[in-house]
């Protein structure tokens, strides 16, 4: 099985587990999504990279024209539908597909977002030159996702993150840096305009929960926390008892250059 075959069989059968789970239902991203959706495309064709769950489009899809809700998983946008109808979203359409290869014309869009899916992207590179490409002149990119250590120890960090995140989801692929993101962002045409970041609070439980982890890799998790040094166990302020850890999340809103 190939990596995206990978993404849609693990979040097929998770899809409705991520519409209520409230790490993605809620969060202060979404009011900042929802202002620049009416800041910068009123009116106009925003689009849903990796929709996931359909959070993010659920906040922008009052403030514009109308909104794709964009995915890989099939079950994932079946769930969109769905809840947009229940909601009363009636501007809100999805559409399959990979974020490598967007089937969108060039400059279709004021405005791509992506929200907790770049971590899944096999090329984030190739995605983001294609988010350039169906964005319009002056377009604006919002990516928001988990992103990797930096400062002190940030090595030994982002070893013991990549690694809880593969062993919870086979279909993850990296959390990169803040640094990272700024180098790819630049080097696809983009022009960074904001940054955000914050803490996301992370239940060790129905984080396992919502992915269904196996019994033999949930243990592997508990292992490494166990066994993690103190800087890791500091850095991600894990709780002893339950488990319960903080990420750290980032916005990056980007300007796409003409």
Same mark, same amino acid.
């Given at each position: 099985m190939d990596h995206q075959g990978a993404v849609v069989r693990q979040f097929g059968v998770q899809a409705q587990a991520y519409l209520s789970s409230p790490v993605h239902a809620q969060g202060r991203d979404l009011a900042q999504l929802a202002e620049l959706a009416a800041r910068v495309a009123s009116g106009a064709v925003a689009l849903d990279l990796g929709?996931?769950?359909? +959070?993010?489009? *659920?906040?922008?899809?009052p403030h514009v024209g109308e909104t794709v809700a964009y995915d890989l998983s099939r079950d994932m946008l079946d769930v969109v539908a769905r809840a947009a109808t229940e909601r009363g979203l009636a501007s809100l359409r999805?559409?399959?597909?990979?974020?490598?290869?967007?089937?969108?014309a060039d400059g279709s869009f004021a405005l791509v977002a992506s929200r907790y899916s770049a971590h899944h992207w096999g090329d984030p590179v190739a995605a983001l030159r294609e988010a350039a490409r169906v964005l319009a002149p002056g377009g604006t990119l919002c990516l928001i996702d988990v992103v990797g250590p930096q400062?002190?120890?940030?090595?030994?960090?982002? $070893? +013991?993150?990549?690694?809880?995140?593969?062993?919870?989801?086979? $279909?993850?692929?990296?959390?990169? $840096?803040?640094?990272e993101w700024r180098g790819m962002l630049t080097?696809?045409?983009f022009a960074l305009q904001e &940054? +955000?970041?914050?803490?996301? %609070?992370?239940? *060790?439980a129905s984080w396992l929960a919502r992915m269904r982890t196996p019994p033999a890799l949930e243990a592997a998790i508990r292992q490494l926390l166990a066994h993690a040094p103190d800087e890791v166990l500091a850095y991600y302020q894990v709780d002893p %008892?339950?488990?319960? *850890?903080?990420l &750290? $999340?980032?916005? *990056?809103v980007a300007r796409r250059a003409d």
């Open positions: 929709c996931g769950a359909g +959070h993010a489009s *659920f906040a922008m899809a999805t559409q399959h597909g990979r974020a490598e290869t967007l089937p969108f400062g002190p120890h940030a090595a030994l960090l982002d $070893s +013991h993150l990549q690694a809880i995140e593969l062993l919870r989801d086979t $279909s993850h692929v990296r959390d990169y $840096s803040r640094a080097g696809t045409g &940054e +955000h970041d914050w803490r996301l %609070d992370i239940g *060790f %008892d339950t488990l319960d *850890f903080r &750290e $999340s980032a916005m *990056f």
